[in-house]
């Protein structure tokens, strides 16, 4: 079924206009240069004077007659046009805060310097800012008059990370939220926590009730059958070092995970080592030790490999090539054996499998089993074993456990007999209910979980604790958990804001900072009226930053932000990178997640996110990047030795590969990605049926990235995109494909990292790129800030929202941009505080 949705301002055609009319010309680069040029305070700007230079320079194009016009065939020109829809010849100047929308349109593209476009006459800088101003100031005046702080769903179905994120801190439970439901569709700003898009399927349904179910049985210890648990490696992950701090010193390759052991009892574990496509385990050519921990104690050594009899297959490429029967069948089964019985308390606990790391071991990684390629047999046999994936079965012979953190966190209370039982359930039922509702439960919720009390414990044979678990299931898949109910209160003015109540303000709050349900803390204080004093609500949001769970802005709202959930999809031929593995891919991760958990749990500025002079690297990512003297798998703190290379975000690997193809850099993806996610002016789609790149220049030469997308721009449907997009994307050539530094391209040639914008000014490389952002720190406060705010809320950035970010950004800059301002500002502000009733 699908969630009623209220009615609600559509930004589709918005969008496309605006994005159409940034293609016009340099949406960042010339505010830098041109707008911001002065220091000086523009003249004064007036009604008169902005419809001056409207009808100076721009009512020529921008008029009714040619904006709505119909049929015909269409130049480019009157295509964007129409696209666009602004008829500034009708525009009413008087009054710009009546029409925000149109005119936050045309302040976009003054501030931008791309209107007038390139080769047309052009306003003086001065002029143009003056108006740029005043047309600010009016619609920020209109705007504080009579606020609109926008509409959300009426309801807002958790997403899969806000609902293990609950389950966690409902439950003290640890689960596998992708394993459990489907995934969730993002809006057109990227983020899956939108609620217009966040509907209920009767096959999710299903998924939740599966998901309740097991939940409920692993919190409570309850279990009616052994389960079973997988854990798996990518096949293109090497495994030549330790994988992370949860294995042994000494120890190389294998996997680790916490696993929640749902009673005591006997499990077995199973682990299974990589095959070729011959179904030969790897590195059997070897005698290799392979340790099963659990937090951290050894529960068996395996002894794999290195005794194989008879004669092995050839070195070869052929399958038709055998080696001896008996050969052929150790390399296939030798492995067979890794499996171990052991006995396990309830709870969670840290299971490690990992190969002992042998001196004579070759150092460094092998390379990894690509798509379409296959290592000789040779290479199989007498490289590394590899872990491949870890079973989890069980409990056999299990009993309810005692203590758990999940049993801790539920049974507050123990009935010492059975007339003691139904007002302690009330107690246990009533606790996980405020915290799963968000809300003081009343007495038919109560009463309802009770009936399911009733009835699991009378199944069980009076059993108490199936009881509960029973009512659990239950709670888990009531719709005051799954979903955020946003309801007027009564007398509520159409079309009027109204403040929201201190419970429901909390709520936003939590799932806000910590994607999560709220704490007793926040709980208790609006259910006291405390959470709408100014005074309280900022030490409330301080608190909540100090929290471990605020990870969560990194993890969701900075991972898709800026795309880097993408990264799983990063490919890199290996003919042209073969020392690009999964390992690499993983220190990416790790590096720009760290970074950023820092600048938030350091409260620094948001713009050190530019220009930060260190990063976190592990051995291998240093020997990627260059760096000297770091050693093992641990990531730490360095100081940047060269800050024309690295620094700041724009500068990882992350960022670097996932705009790039798998054999060469893009100049247009990385451009794009930089407008989108850095400057915040997207540059629309390109249209149909666009050439490919040609591939040789003049006299049939082969022809440079630079030269061939300079042939692709004389095509006028592509021009005035990639006039925009290009240049800031050849600022970062210096970088390839996998996001090393270089001065010659693939193809032997000189880098030439230079980018020169639809206005004349050229910057160059990395540092010229962050000079560019720097200089006018509003454009990027201001990006971040506005996709904040939508992540916030819950719903697309409209153009009333406008005010709300150059308030922001203006209040935080007093503050040195720190995040805590950007994010006060957003939880202060009306958009936040209060929403808009129905019409």
Same mark, same amino acid.
């Given at each position: 079924?699908?969630?009623?949705?209220?009615?609600?301002?559509?930004?589709?055609?918005?969008?496309?206009?605006?994005?159409?009319?940034?293609?016009?010309?340099?949406?960042?680069?010339?505010?830098?240069?041109?707008?911001?040029?002065?220091?000086?305070?523009?003249?004064?700007?007036?009604?008169?004077?902005?419809?001056?230079?409207?009808?100076?320079?721009?009512?020529?194009?921008?008029?009714?007659?040619?904006?709505?016009? @119909?049929? *015909? /065939?269409?130049?480019?020109? $009157?295509?964007?046009?129409? #696209?666009?829809?602004?008829? +500034?010849?009708? %525009? &009413?100047?008087?009054?710009?805060?009546?029409?925000?929308?149109?005119?936050?349109?045309?302040?976009?593209?003054?501030?931008?310097?791309?209107?007038?476009?390139?080769?047309?006459?052009?306003?003086?800088?001065?002029?143009?800012?003056?108006?740029?101003?005043?047309?600010?100031?009016?619609?920020?005046?209109?705007?504080?008059?009579?606020?609109?702080?926008?509409?959300?769903?009426?309801?807002?179905?958790?997403?899969?990370?806000?609902?293990?994120?609950?389950?966690?801190?409902?439950?003290?439970?640890?689960?596998?939220?992708?394993?459990?439901?489907?995934?969730?569709?993002?809006?057109?700003?990227?983020?899956?926590?939108?609620?217009?898009?966040?509907?209920?399927?009767?096959?999710?349904?299903?998924?939740?009730?599966?998901?309740?179910?097991?939940?409920?049985?692993? @919190?409570? *210890? /309850?279990?009616?059958?052994? $389960?079973?648990?997988?854990? #798996?490696?990518?096949?293109? +992950?090497?495994? %030549? &070092?330790?994988?992370?701090?949860?294995?042994?010193?000494?120890?190389?390759?294998?996997?680790?995970?916490?696993?929640?052991?749902?009673?005591?009892?006997?499990?077995?574990?199973?682990?299974?080592?990589?095959?070729?496509?011959?179904?030969?385990?790897?590195?059997?050519?070897?005698?290799?030790?392979?340790?099963?921990?659990?937090?951290?104690?050894?529960?068996?050594?395996?002894?794999?490999?290195?005794?194989?009899?008879?004669?092995?297959?050839?070195?070869?490429?052929?399958?038709?090539?055998?080696?001896?029967?008996?050969?052929?069948?150790?390399?296939?089964?030798?492995?067979?054996?890794?499996?171990?019985?052991?006995?396990?308390?309830?709870?969670?606990?840290?299971?490690?499998?990992?190969?002992?790391?042998?001196?004579?071991?070759?150092?460094?990684?092998?390379?990894?089993?690509?798509?379409?390629?296959?290592?000789?047999?040779?290479?199989?046999?007498?490289?590394?074993?590899?872990?491949? %994936?870890?079973?989890?079965?069980?409990?056999?012979?299990?009993?309810?456990?005692?203590?758990?953190?999940?049993?801790?966190?539920?049974?507050?209370?123990?009935?010492?007999?059975?007339?003691?039982?139904?007002?302690?359930?009330?107690?246990?039922?009533?606790?996980?209910?405020?915290?799963?509702?968000?809300?003081?439960?009343?007495?038919?919720?109560?009463?309802?979980?009770?009936?399911?009390?009733?009835?699991?414990?009378?199944?069980?044979?009076?059993?108490?604790?199936?009881?509960?678990?029973?009512?659990?299931?239950?709670?888990?898949?009531?719709?005051?958990?799954?979903?955020?109910?946003?309801?007027?209160?009564?007398?509520?003015?159409?079309?009027?804001?109204?403040?929201?109540?201190?419970?429901?303000?909390?709520?936003?709050?939590?799932?806000?900072?910590?994607?999560?349900?709220?704490?007793?803390?926040?709980?208790?204080?609006?259910?006291?009226?405390?959470?709408?004093?100014?005074?309280?609500?900022?030490?409330?949001?301080?608190?909540?930053?100090?929290?471990?769970?605020?990870?969560?802005?990194?993890?969701?709202?900075?991972?898709?932000?800026?795309?880097?959930?993408?990264?799983?999809?990063?490919?890199?031929?290996?003919?042209?990178?073969?020392?690009?593995?999964?390992?690499?891919?993983?220190?990416?991760?790790?590096?720009?997640?760290?970074?950023?958990?820092?600048?938030?749990?350091?409260?620094?500025?948001?713009?050190?996110?530019?220009?930060?002079?260190?990063?976190?690297?592990?051995?291998?990512?240093?020997?990627?990047?260059?760096?000297?003297?770091?050693?093992?798998?641990?990531?730490?703190?360095?100081?940047?030795?060269?800050?024309?290379?690295?620094?700041?975000?724009?500068?990882?690997?992350?960022?670097?590969?996932?705009?790039?193809?798998?054999?060469?850099?893009?100049?247009?993806?990385?451009?794009?990605?930089?407008?989108?996610?850095?400057?915040?002016?997207?540059?629309?789609?390109?249209?149909?049926?666009?050439?490919?790149?040609?591939?040789?220049?003049?006299?049939?030469?082969?022809?440079?990235?630079?030269?061939?997308?300079?042939?692709?721009?004389?095509?006028?449907?592509?021009?005035?995109?990639?006039?925009?997009?290009?240049?800031?994307?050849?600022?970062?050539?210096?970088?390839?494909?996998?996001?090393?530094?270089?001065?010659?391209?693939?193809?032997?040639?000189?880098?030439?990292?230079?980018?020169?914008?639809?206005?004349?000014?050229?910057?160059?490389?990395?540092?010229?790129?962050?000079?560019?952002?720097?200089?006018?720190?509003?454009?990027?406060?201001?990006?971040?800030?506005?996709?904040?705010?939508?992540?916030?809320?819950?719903r697309e950035p409209q153009y009333y929202d406008q005010p709300t970010v150059r308030r922001i950004v203006r209040n935080a800059a007093a503050d040195g941009h720190r995040w805590s301002s950007i994010i006060l500002g957003i939880v202060e502000s009306p958009a936040f505080l209060t929403r808009r009733a129905a019409e």
């Amino acid at each position: 079924m699908k969630i009623p949705r209220p009615g609600s301002v559509s930004i589709a055609v918005a969008a496309a206009a605006l994005a159409a009319a940034m293609a016009a010309g340099w949406p960042p680069g010339s505010s830098h240069r041109l707008l911001a040029a002065s220091a000086a305070q523009p003249p004064p700007a007036s009604a008169e004077s902005v419809r001056r230079l409207l009808d100076r320079y721009c009512v020529a194009c921008h008029n009714e007659r040619r904006v709505t016009a @119909a049929g *015909g /065939v269409a130049s480019v020109l $009157d295509s964007q046009l129409r #696209e666009t829809g602004l008829a +500034l010849d009708v %525009a &009413d100047t008087e009054r710009p805060g009546a029409d925000a929308a149109l005119w936050e349109r045309v302040i976009a593209r003054l501030e931008a310097g791309s209107m007038p476009p390139a080769g047309r006459p052009r306003p003086g800088a001065e002029e143009m800012r003056a108006v740029a101003s005043w047309l600010v100031t009016r619609i920020d005046q209109a705007a504080a008059a009579n606020p609109n702080p926008g509409r959300t769903a009426s309801m807002h179905r958790l997403n899969r990370t806000e609902y293990g994120n609950a389950i966690r801190d409902l439950l003290a439970l640890e689960i596998d939220a992708a394993a459990l439901l489907p995934g969730d569709e993002t809006s057109d700003t990227g983020f899956d926590n939108n609620a217009e898009v966040l509907s209920i399927s009767t096959a999710q349904l299903e998924r939740y009730l599966s998901a309740a179910r097991k939940i409920s049985r692993l @919190a409570t *210890g /309850v279990t009616t059958a052994p $389960d079973f648990a997988r854990f #798996e490696n990518s096949v293109l +992950l090497t495994q %030549a &070092d330790r994988r992370n701090e949860d294995l042994p010193l000494g120890s190389r390759g294998g996997l680790s995970a916490t696993h929640h052991f749902p009673a005591d009892g006997n499990y077995i574990f199973r682990i299974a080592l990589t095959t070729n496509w011959q179904d030969y385990v790897r590195g059997m050519g070897r005698r290799n030790l392979l340790d099963l921990r659990i937090d951290g104690r050894l529960v068996r050594r395996f002894t794999v490999g290195g005794e194989a009899p008879g004669t092995p297959a050839p070195t070869t490429w052929s399958p038709a090539e055998a080696g001896d029967p008996e050969w052929e069948r150790y390399v296939r089964e030798s492995a067979a054996h890794l499996e171990v019985r052991a006995p396990v308390d309830a709870g969670p606990h840290v299971v490690g499998v990992s190969f002992v790391r042998n001196r004579w071991e070759p150092e460094g990684p092998l390379q990894p089993v690509m798509k379409g390629a296959v290592l000789s047999n040779d290479e199989k046999y007498h490289g590394n074993a590899e872990v491949q %994936a870890l079973t989890i079965e069980g409990p056999y012979e299990g009993a309810v456990p005692e203590d758990t953190p999940s049993r801790r966190r539920i049974f507050v209370c123990d009935p010492a007999a059975v007339t003691e039982e139904e007002a302690c359930a009330e107690r246990i039922l009533s606790r996980l209910a405020r915290r799963a509702y968000r809300r003081p439960p009343a007495d038919p919720d109560v009463d309802t979980l009770l009936e399911f009390f009733r009835d699991g414990r009378a199944k069980a044979g009076g059993r108490f604790d199936s009881g509960i678990q029973l009512a659990l299931e239950r709670l888990l898949v009531d719709p005051d958990f799954l979903l955020r109910v946003h309801e007027e209160p009564p007398g509520a003015a159409p079309g009027q804001a109204y403040p929201l109540g201190g419970l429901e303000l909390a709520s936003r709050l939590s799932f806000f900072m910590w994607s999560s349900i709220p704490d007793d803390e926040l709980l208790d204080v609006a259910e006291r009226g405390e959470l709408t004093d100014p005074a309280v609500l900022r030490r409330q949001v301080r608190r909540m930053l100090a929290d471990p769970r605020s990870e969560a802005l990194v993890s969701n709202f900075a991972v898709q932000w800026l795309h880097l959930r993408n990264l799983d999809d990063v490919k890199a031929d290996p003919a042209v990178y073969p020392e690009f593995d999964q390992d690499l891919v993983e220190a990416f991760r790790q590096e720009t997640a760290l970074f950023i958990g820092s600048t938030i749990e350091e409260d620094r500025s948001v713009l050190d996110l530019l220009g930060a002079n260190y990063t976190y690297v592990n051995e291998r990512l240093a020997r990627h990047y260059g760096i000297p003297g770091v050693y093992g798998s641990r990531f730490r703190r360095v100081t940047l030795p060269d800050l024309e290379q690295r620094g700041g975000l724009l500068g990882h690997g992350s960022l670097l590969s996932l705009t790039s193809y798998p054999h060469r850099t893009s100049p247009v993806l990385r451009g794009r990605w930089l407008l989108e996610a850095i400057f915040g002016t997207p540059p629309p789609g390109p249209p149909p049926d666009v050439p490919a790149l040609p591939e040789r220049g003049a006299n049939d030469a082969p022809a440079s990235m630079r030269e061939r997308l300079e042939m692709h721009r004389r095509n006028p449907a592509c021009a005035s995109c990639h006039r925009t997009i290009d240049p800031p994307g050849f600022m970062l050539e210096h970088y390839d494909a996998i996001g090393r530094w270089r001065s010659v391209t693939d193809d032997g040639r000189a880098v030439d990292a230079a980018g020169t914008l639809p206005n004349g000014v050229t910057a160059e490389g990395l540092a010229g790129l962050r000079a560019l952002l720097l200089e006018a720190p509003e454009q990027f406060a201001g990006t971040l800030t506005r996709r904040l705010l939508a992540y916030a809320l819950g719903r697309e950035p409209q153009y009333y929202d406008q005010p709300t970010v150059r308030r922001i950004v203006r209040n935080a800059a007093a503050d040195g941009h720190r995040w805590s301002s950007i994010i006060l500002g957003i939880v202060e502000s009306p958009a936040f505080l209060t929403r808009r009733a129905a019409e």
